[in-house]
């Protein structure tokens, strides 16, 4: 059976926001009243994670992504419910729970900024209490995976942010934890950087005792490493399963991408609903089956082609899709 290592009961945090006019007059007037209003940052969420698992954390800003890792991991009281995380109540933040989870915010640095990580990491083995040998050890294996051994003795903030984040990955594996919260890692990094990443990832975590949940805004995080995806919309969880089942309940579109030889001289009537204006150079439009069939008839039999295209439906724009949809459907609840 396997162990359920997060468990939560209707956790759910809130907070106050306060509101005024620009300007010295309503500035004093914020002196004697003021405006204020109710955030809730995450609804109530039941959840269970076993050990082992990488899930997928994924959501648009402000889905209460964030806000659930911190509560995870203790940074912040909840505003109601109840957690447990390896047994323990992560907000009493006791030692005991504190050396068994790691959290690396992918746009916060956590070592020291001055100094070389290097020196952070010796740093973070008094703070941990680990063997200085096997811990030495383990740094350079891990910045031999990571190609960064040449930067150990660079002061951090004379890195590329590819580089730094490899550093606080590496000192977020040295004290073994067995919880990962991951926020972000590989946020503004280019696409070498990503790969490097996610690669070390798959090779150094996947298929461990080590529970890791991860939350990123490119898909290609969630669908190479996650085994389970939850997806977050105005701090409520939208979606719980695998990426796989995800992908099955969006609509089997494909895209279609034509470019022509020379400017359409008069519009082109493909559907009732869809038509290609006087002028277009190209086609680029996301379509059934059914529709793609008779678009294709239509186009290669009216235009002469110099380049088409037929792609499936992207990780990302299935996402997009479905956010958008529960978007719509959370302002007209509102609305009502």
């Given at each position: 059976?396997?162990?359920?290592?997060?468990?939560?009961?209707?956790?759910?945090?809130?907070?106050?926001?306060?509101?005024?006019?620009?300007?010295?007059?309503?500035a004093?007037?914020?002196?004697?009243?003021?405006?204020?209003?109710?955030?809730?940052?995450?609804?109530?969420?039941?959840l269970?994670?076993?050990?082992?698992?990488?899930?997928?954390?994924?959501?648009?800003?402000?889905?209460?992504?964030?806000?659930?890792?911190?509560?995870?991991?203790?940074?912040?009281?909840?505003t109601?419910?109840?957690a447990?995380?390896?047994?323990?109540?992560?907000?009493?933040?006791?030692?005991?729970?504190?050396?068994?989870?790691s959290l690396?915010?992918?746009?916060?640095?956590?070592?020291?900024?001055?100094?070389?990580?290097?020196?952070?990491?010796?740093?973070?083995?008094?703070?941990?209490?680990?063997?200085?040998?096997?811990?030495?050890?383990?740094?350079?294996?891990?910045?031999?995976?990571?190609?960064?051994?040449?930067?150990?003795?660079?002061?951090?903030?004379?890195?590329?942010?590819?580089?730094?984040?490899?550093m606080?990955?590496?000192?977020?594996?040295?004290?073994?934890?067995?919880i990962?919260?991951?926020?972000?890692?590989?946020?503004?990094?280019?696409?070498?950087?990503?790969?490097?990443?996610?690669?070390?990832?798959l090779?150094?975590?996947?298929?461990?005792?080590?529970t890791?949940?991860?939350?990123?805004?490119?898909?290609?995080?969630?669908?190479?490493?996650?085994?389970?995806?939850?997806?977050?919309?105005?701090?409520?969880?939208?979606?719980?399963g695998?990426?796989?089942?995800?992908?099955?309940?969006?609509?089997?579109?494909?895209r279609?991408?034509?470019?022509?030889?020379?400017?359409?001289?008069?519009?082109?009537?493909?559907?009732?609903?869809?038509?290609?204006?006087?002028?277009?150079?190209s086609?680029?439009?996301?379509?059934?089956?059914?529709?793609?069939?008779?678009?294709?008839k239509?186009?290669?039999s009216?235009?002469p082609?110099?380049?088409?295209?037929?792609?499936?439906p992207?990780?990302?724009?299935?996402?997009?899709?479905?956010?958008?949809?529960?978007?719509?459907?959370h302002k007209?609840?509102?609305?009502?």
């Open positions: 059976m396997n162990e359920i290592v997060i468990k939560t009961n209707q956790l759910a945090r809130s907070y106050r926001t306060y509101r005024k006019e620009a300007g010295l007059l309503a004093m007037k914020g002196m004697f009243s003021n405006t204020s209003e109710i955030k809730h940052a995450l609804l109530p969420i039941d269970e994670i076993t050990r082992g698992q990488i899930v997928g954390l994924v959501g648009s800003n402000g889905a209460g992504k964030t806000t659930l890792l911190k509560l995870l991991s203790g940074l912040i009281f909840p109601e419910g109840t447990s995380v390896l047994g323990y109540t992560p907000w009493e933040r006791p030692n005991a729970f504190l050396r068994q989870i690396l915010l992918g746009q916060k640095n956590q070592l020291w900024w001055d100094i070389p990580a290097g020196d952070s990491f010796h740093l973070l083995i008094a703070i941990y209490d680990l063997d200085r040998t096997a811990t030495l050890k383990r740094v350079d294996e891990l910045a031999g995976r990571l190609d960064c051994r040449h930067v150990l003795k660079v002061p951090l903030r004379r890195l590329s942010l590819g580089e730094r984040m490899k606080e990955l590496i000192g977020c594996l040295l004290h073994s934890p067995k990962l919260f991951l926020d972000e890692p590989t946020i503004g990094l280019d696409v070498v950087a990503q790969t490097n990443i996610r690669q070390f990832i090779e150094e975590l996947k298929g461990t005792d080590v890791i949940i991860l939350t990123s805004h490119y898909m290609d995080d969630i669908a190479l490493l996650a085994d389970r995806l939850l997806l977050m919309s105005h701090g409520a969880l939208a979606y719980d695998t990426v796989d089942h995800f992908m099955s309940l969006t609509p089997k579109t494909k279609l991408v034509a470019d022509f030889t020379v400017p359409l001289t008069e519009e082109l009537t493909i559907s009732p609903n869809l038509k290609i204006p006087a002028g277009a150079l086609f680029d439009h996301s379509l059934s089956s059914e529709e793609l069939f008779d678009s294709l239509i186009i290669t009216r235009i082609i110099r380049d088409l295209k037929i792609e499936e992207d990780f990302e724009d299935v996402i997009r899709i479905f956010l958008e949809k529960e978007s719509s459907l007209t609840g509102n609305s009502l």
